[in-house]
């Protein structure tokens, strides 16, 4: 099933809104913006980072049954599913700017969660149709690093928060990682995702910016945790599906990309992913820490 066209003509009509793109700037010409890309291994890599960091990073307040909830920057519906199995009774609307992940996040959520029911929307998190204080709560999962202007993304998504509602951001950053054992290459190929990151006007090390994030967009009660993965052999199920499947899977797939803007050349990036590799073997380890911020719309 795909959503082949801005009304949602494979999809029920109530169930995907047309797509707010500003004047010249299409979804497809921001998707192609993603530091990450739309692959099917992405799409993998992202189930694969819900489902081994789902009880990490969805511990914490729970949202009741019947609470009006938007998950915006959706992608292809890994962290969907985790929020509809831990609330049930949820209403849950979910968004994202590209319509390809959002079919793939129907598709997962049919094939997870049969009965569940969604309201899927196309378009822009900048410029939602829904009216003011039109949810209870808003959940947004690895999106904010993305994008160029976080602070006007959080004030666009306050406008549709009622309040009293809750907002959750849930961030990487980078710079947390490190790894044994340590080596000069692998640390470069880390940076080189970082740098492209910032070149397409993302930040791969905004976890550490939530706080002042939030409050300057005007969230109060902001609280931030720090949710910190540490794999080493005596969790081979993390070594696998964290250390593996999802940190180096995401610095090995901007390869072509760190190569084209004469970061590196072929054979360092191979040796630096080589290297970091060495993390997911008998005695290596590796920490990341991510972000996680719950603030109220006041
Ligand atoms: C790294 S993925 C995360 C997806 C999902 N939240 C998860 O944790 O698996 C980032 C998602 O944000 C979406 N995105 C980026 N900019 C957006 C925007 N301006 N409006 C809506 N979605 C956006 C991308 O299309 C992509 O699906």
Redo the contacts with the bound molecule.
Sequence with gaps: MTITSATGASAPASAVLAPAASPGTSPAA??QA?V?G?SPTEARR?GD??DTLAALLHAGPVYPPGSRVL??????G??TVHLLNAHPGLLLTA????AE?LARARERVAEHLPDAEVRWHH????RLPFPDDAFDHVF????LE??ADPAA?LTALRRVLRPGGTLTVIEGDHGSAFFHPRGEAAQRVVDHLVRLQADGGGDGLLGRRLYPLLTRAGFGDVAVEPRTVYVDGARPDLVEGFTRRTFVAMVEAVRADAVAAGLTTAEAFDLGVAELRRAAEPGGTLHYTFFKAVAVNP
């Design positions: 921001d998707e993603y990450h739309y992202l980072q819900a998950e915006a920057g959706c992608g292809v890994a962290q968004a994202d700017i590209s992940s378009g822009d998190l900048h947004v999962c690895f999106v993305h994008l993304a």
